[in-house]
């Protein structure tokens, strides 16, 4: 039986989910739409805490495919995150600061959420 269940959008699929390498509160998804859904538990055990909609290029119209299916952290520069697309692009993002610090505390908190 699952312990908590995220559904960020509608009529979406999930492509991919990866937790955070330095914050145990923190994991972002991916889906077929293209957007990027970051999740950080300390602020909301439901929602997103920020969503990156996908902007397709200005030369590309209508009807595009823009599925997201990769998500890496950097491992080195915290607050970078790649994201790779269906036509074979990748974008980088530079995260918020908080969302690559870890908190004081924070396993402590990511077990008791969990119980």
């Not at 995220?6 to 509160?25: L, Q, T």
């Not at 890496?72 to 036509?87: M, Q, S, T, W």
Request: with cysteine.
């Amino acid at each position: 039986m699952p312990i908590l269940v995220f559904e960020p959008g509608n009529n979406e699929y999930i492509m991919k989910v990866v937790w955070s390498p330095f914050r145990p509160c923190v994991f972002v998804a991916v889906s077929n739409s293209g957007s990027v859904y970051i999740y950080d538990l300390l602020l909301s055990k439901q929602a997103p805490s920020y969503i990156l909609e996908y902007k397709a290029p200005q030369d590309v119209q209508g009807g595009i495919n823009k599925t997201a299916y990769s998500i890496a952290f950097n491992p080195v520069i915290r607050d970078f995150l790649a994201i790779g697309y269906h036509d074979g692009t990748s974008k980088i993002f530079q995260l918020n600061f908080s969302l690559s610090r870890k908190k004081r505390d924070e396993e402590s908190q990511l077990r008791s959420l969990m119980e």
